[in-house]
Structures are given as C-alpha cells and as structure tokens.
C-alpha cells in the first residue's frame, strides 16, 4: 500500500532532530572533563542550533500550496524509511537508554554515540532530498549534508585519538 506524506512534517522531524542533536551536545559538553573535548561538544551544539534555523526557514518558505502537499511513494521505500526516523527520531534524549548521555561511561562513548547519530542524520537528509523542490532549498540540504559529513569526520578523529 503506497504512502503520503508531506514537506512540512519531513522538516519537523529535521528540526526535532537538531534539538535533540544540541541538547545531547550540550549534556555532553557538561559531563566532559577535557577543555577540547568540552570546546568540540559546544560547537557541535551550536551547528545544530544553526541547523533548526535552517528547517525553520525552510519551513517558513513553503508555500501554502506546497506545504501540505502530500508526496506519493508508491514503493513505500521513502516513507517506511522516514516513519522509521519518525518513531525514533535521532538523538532522542533521555527516553531511549542507546542514547542517553547518562549511559555512556567514557568519553570515547559519547564520541562514538554522537557518530552513530550523525551518520543517521547525513541518511535522513540525503533522503530528504527527494522531496525538496529546487526552488526551496534543495542546495541548502546538500550544504546541510555536506555539514553533517564534517561532523563525521570531526568525531571520527576524535574517536581516533582516544582509542
């Protein structure tokens, strides 16, 4: 059975998303005891917040026409993958054990949860794509991708250092 689903409630989730990002962030920035470790962690919490401007505005530009439009995915393969993300949204804090901060015993933990979630996000948003029109952004989700994949490789060299 094919799907619908529309471009505003695909950006509420990426804004969901990046304010769970910040305040993992945030939470991890407060338990760190290293100052890089601390500095990185409050970045990382202050690309997300430029991130939920971004959807914001995203949200924000979608004309009444186009923001409640329903997209058809006859093979259900996007919406099965969105629903997925919807049901446990990336960096859901505090209700989920696999990504509560207060789980992790290491700072090599955090680092490697935080990975975890910013690989998910480059899938969710490179996903997301298929249903950004040009005229509304598309470009800004490839910029968006394309920030997450420096978060990767940010974490990725710390994880590196500490192991």
Sequence with gaps: ???????????????QIEKNGREFYLAAAEKSVDADLKKLFTELAGWESRHIVLFEDFRSKLPA???????YDPENNIHLYLKSVADNTVFIKGSNKATDISSCKSAV??????LAFEKESVVFYSSMKAIVPDALGKSDVDKLVLEELFHVGLLTKEVNKLT
């Design 65 to 71: 026409t186009i923001k409640n439009e329903n997209v």
């Design 1 to 15: 059975m094919s799907q619908l689903f529309n471009a505003d409630e695909i950006f509420k989730i990426g804004i």
């Design 109 to 114: 933990e955090i680092l490697e949860k935080a």
